[in-house]
């Protein structure tokens, strides 16, 4: 089936975005903000409301676009904790989220996850992890901490455009690292026997885990 075709169709049919989502969707595009997809948004938002998840963590904020998407499909009485490290991305985000009228339910940590994901505790009902791609398998021990029995844990850009299927000597070798990471962090978590994971082709791929 023709990807790009069935995305088009599904987009003429999905709901639209809430207007302001739209604008904050449409300004982050306009600035080469990497923000997720369409059907990536679709699925989060079904996700969450069979989920119903009263507490979030997203790791990769941006500008605000995913944490708010988030915050609209799970309700007022559910708590964001989302974590962003580059800097130039920190005013947009606070911005976003108030315009958005989200912010009352966002706690918003700036610096690099790997330093943060230490220091926190409690549980998780659902993680978005959505950062760089090479850190994931290094991030993977404090987000199964960060879970509970029935917590969710949904990865974007897993399929790298097609290249995890590709050998490692097919891969540029500039991307090699990248590359051997992601297809370790995803065997990790495909073997995990706390977990039940598969991975679905929509986007740029998502990795989706239930902690049983
Ligand atoms: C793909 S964007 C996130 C998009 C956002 N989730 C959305 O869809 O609206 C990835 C973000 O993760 C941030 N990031 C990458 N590595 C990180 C790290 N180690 N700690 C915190 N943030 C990180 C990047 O600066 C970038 O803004």
Redesign the pocket.
């Known amino acids: 089936m023709d990807q790009q075709r069935l995305e088009t169709y599904l987009a003429s049919i999905a709901p639209a975005l809430p207007p302001v989502l739209a604008e904050i969707e449409a300004e ?1 595009l306009e600035q080469y903000v ?3 997809r369409k059907s990536a948004q679709r699925y989060l938002q079904w996700l969450i409301a069979v989920q119903k998840p009263k507490r979030i963590l ?10 708010s998407l988030m915050a609209y499909a799970a309700g007022k009485d559910c708590k964001i904790t989302t ?4 800097e130039k ?1 920190f005013e947009k985000a606070e911005a976003n989220f108030k315009k958005a009228g989200v912010w009352d339910q966002i706690r918003f940590l700036k610096g ?3 330093e943060i994901l230490p220091t926190l505790d409690g549980s998780y009902d659902f993680v978005f992890m ?3 791609k090479g ?1 994931y398998i290094y991030f993977w021990e404090d987000v199964k901490r960060l879970m509970h029995s029935g917590s969710v844990l949904v990865t ?1 850009n897993v399929l790298q455009e097609g290249n995890i299927l590709d050998s490692h000597y097919a891969v540029c070798r500039r991307d090699r690292t990248i590359h051997k990471r992601m297809r370790e962090f995803l065997a990790m978590q495909m073997q995990d026997e706390a977990f039940a994971c598969d991975i679905l082709p929509m986007g740029d791929g998502l990795s989706v885990c239930l902690k049983k």
């Open positions: 982050a990497p923000i997720i997203e790791i990769g904020t941006a500008v605000g676009f995913s944490g974590i962003e490290n580059y991305r690099d996850a790997a959505d950062a760089s850190q974007d």
